[in-house]
């Protein structure tokens, strides 16, 4: 089937469209066509990522100013910085680049990307050969949102050789980059070497890898609307909580099903197959220790009491911050990296209004909390059931060296007021 405009049709009839044009002959394909449709109306431009880490990137770089210039196509030059540390190269590369396209967007913006067939195909062998679930078979997404736009991949039914076509009956040029050709690496391997041999002994796999990999998607969408079920069922009272005790209810196969589906919507990243396989014994289990936690990226899973918790890791507190704070005076105090305190006056006993020091625990505090008797800090957090993470970022009230008030949970016998009282609130980062 020629290619044709037809591939937009699903772009809404008012979205700003970008083009992710790198200058080979897949993004040159998807730019001219694109050109017909969208150009007139004043909504086309090109983006292009100079990643600077090929000798030709900055000839790449002026073949695609040039190939815009001829068609009156709005081309913005994207320059990234490549993480010299990580993943591989190119995966280094991608979330660069992916940065760059997330920034870049427009407000309902649409990136069109010049993923194809062919790419998909390739994508799931390698998936295969690495051992993926059924997430990672459903391969490249059609569409996903990014930044304030959205990512959509037209071609994706198109194989290699119409776009091919299309390029040669258009008279396209295109810049090619050599290390395409070097078998070295596992996708080049896939594509020279692997699936030339399987399309000579099956032609059509392409359409049926397709085929078996939309069951896929439809599959884990079953996945997902089952672990909607299962999550709704657990939740518990607070932000990004689980409760246990029905977790421990699920079946083994329902239980990791689910908790994969809470961290990767948490994280927004996939949750690391082997410390997802270790999670139900660890902090699911009642013989685990209760402190236990796993990290995922950026995120930490952590169990405490009946609770199961999905948390961003964060910079601890300067545990010598100190400053001075009138509630009577600011409602509201700001904490670097550490939420905020609210004042709220009081029509009962609560903290008088005057200055105090806020400051952080340094360990060895007692205090006298009103009608009861006077206990370390320590016991008083436990008793609270305040969750250990909270504990040395917890915000203390100061009256001279004495404990004032402990947010969310106490004031100071001491420091009792009868009227213009206030109670103090600590609204934690997380």
């Known amino acids: 089937m020629p290619l044709s405009v037809k591939v ?23 730019l001219d066509l694109a050109c017909g449709v969208f150009l007139a109306q004043g909504r086309l431009r090109a983006l292009h990522v100079n990643h600077g880490l090929h000798d030709d ?21 994207l320059r990234v910085k490549v993480a010299k540390s990580g993943a591989s190269l190119e995966g280094r590369a991608r979330e660069a680049r992916y940065g760059a396209f997330g920034v870049a967007l ?11 067939l062919d790419d998909q195909v390739e994508t799931l062998l390698l998936r295969l050969l690495r051992g993926a679930g059924l997430r990672g078979l459903t391969g490249i997404p059609e569409r996903r949102a990014l930044g304030r736009g959205t990512i959509f991949r037209p071609l994706l039914h198109c194989e290699r050789r119409e776009l091919a076509e299309y390029a040669r009956e258009r008279g396209l040029g295109w810049v090619e980059d050599a290390s395409n050709r070097d078998t070295g690496f596992n996708r080049n391997f896939c594509r020279h070497e692997i699936l030339p041999l399987i399309g000579r002994r099956w032609p059509g796999y392409r359409r049926d890898w397709e085929r078996s990999r939309q069951l896929i998607g439809r599959a884990d969408g079953l996945l997902d609307e089952l672990a909607g079920i299962d999550l709704a069922h657990c939740a518990a009272d607070k932000v990004d909580c689980l409760r246990v005790d029905r977790l421990r209810q699920l079946r083994r196969s329902r239980l990791h099903n689910a908790l994969r589906c809470w961290i990767e919507g948490g994280t927004g ?15 699911i289990l009642p013989e685990q220790e209760i402190r236990a936690e796993i990290e995922f990226g950026e995120h930490f899973v952590r169990k405490y009491r009946d609770g199961l918790y999905l948390l961003p890791r964060m910079a601890p507190v300067q545990q010598d911050y100190s400053v001075e704070w009138d509630p009577s005076r600011r409602p509201v105090l700001a904490l670097p990296g550490n939420g905020s305190l609210h ?14 020091q806020v400051r952080y625990r340094q360990g060895g505090e007692s205090c006298r909390l009103a ?36 947010p969310g949970i106490g004031t100071a016998e001491s420091a009792l007021a009868g009227e213009s009282a206030y109670q103090i609130e600590w609204r934690n980062p997380y």
């Open 8 to 30: 937009f049709a699903e772009i809404p009839p008012d979205a700003p469209v970008a083009i992710g044009f790198s200058g080979g002959m897949d993004s040159a394909v998807l």
């Open 343 to 356: 004042a709220k006056p009081v029509f009962a006993e609560g903290l008088a209004g005057k200055i105090y």
């Open 269 to 283: 990243k996939p949750a690391d197959p082997g410390k997802l396989q270790r999670l139900p014994d660890w902090l």
């Open 57 to 77: 990137a900055g000839k790449w770089e002026v073949f695609c100013r040039e190939f815009c210039a001829e068609r009156g196509i709005p081309l913005e030059v």
């Open 371 to 406: 009608r009861r008797p006077t206990k370390t800090l320590k016991k008083i957090l436990n008793e609270a059931r305040l969750a250990p993470w909270l504990r040395n970022r917890l915000p203390l009230l100061y009256d001279g060296e004495n404990i004032a008030a402990i």
């Open 106 to 116: 427009e407000a309902g913006e649409f990136l069109l990307l010049a993923h194809h």
